[in-house]
């Protein structure tokens, strides 16, 4: 069975900093992979497409890179805005497959 | 501007049915795959279901596959999902989401709805 393995599970980082989120796919997905970022109380929103590609309105600061099964998301320079949720998942061969989420928290 | 607007949900007893909509607006629904997403309380995200642009290929996750249907109505751009034989693991807030790329099936979601709440209780 397909899964998608996220780490670490909480992320202590102070405003200002880098954060470096990791995101490992059981079986190579090429690019086939996306960003969510989530608040409290709110819908996911997408931030990272075919694994690098910001989508629409997301700032420079978030960066994606990797191919195959090994992901990462970049937080170059923390906002408090960015202090949330967040998730990879996986679109490939029409299967949809999510990770089990990275809480990045204020240090 | 694109809308999902979720609705339906509510509290229903264990082996209850229930059906949800997903009212879209801002883009030309018969285009997308729509998909439905759950998240339980305090836990993470889960696909559920999708359905093809023109509603000839549905897919679901093997923890709601023979008990939940997805369904579009072009002329009412609404997404459905009736949900039977309801479980208490199947308590979420169920969203739905659109495929970003037309007519494709293996796509990223670009836009989603707040959700509607469903409780399996007794």
């Known amino acids: 069975e397909f899964a998608l393995t996220q780490s670490p599970g909480t992320l202590s980082v102070s405003p200002g900093e880098r954060a470096t989120l990791s995101c490992r796919a059981s079986h190579s997905i090429t690019t086939s992979l996306a960003w969510y970022q989530q608040k409290f109380g709110q819908a996911p929103r997408l931030l990272i497409y075919g694994a690098s590609n910001r989508a629409t309105g997301i700032p420079d600061r978030f960066s994606g890179s990797g191919s195959g099964t090994d992901f990462t998301l970049t937080i170059s320079r923390l906002e408090p805005e960015d202090f949330a949720v967040y998730y990879c998942q996986q679109y490939g061969s029409s299967t949809w497959t999510f990770g089990q989420g990275t809480k990045v928290e204020i240090k | 501007q694109v809308q999902l607007v979720e609705s339906g949900g509510g509290v229903v007893q264990p082996g209850g049915s229930l059906r949800l909509f997903c009212a879209a607006s801002g883009f030309t629904f018969s285009d997308y795959g729509m998909h439905w997403v759950r998240q339980a309380p305090g836990k993470g995200l889960e696909w559920v279901s999708f359905i093809r642009y023109d509603g000839n290929k549905k897919f679901y996750a093997d923890s709601v596959k023979g008990r939940f249907t997805i369904s579009r109505d072009i002329s009412k751009n609404t997404l459905y999902l009736q949900m039977n034989s309801l479980r208490g693991e199947d308590s979420a807030v169920y969203y739905c989401?659109?495929?970003?790329?037309?007519?494709?099936?293996?796509?990223?979601?670009?836009?989603w709805g707040q959700g509607t709440p469903v409780t399996v209780s007794s």
């Open positions: 989401a659109k495929a970003t790329v037309a007519y494709a099936s293996s796509s990223e979601f670009d836009y």
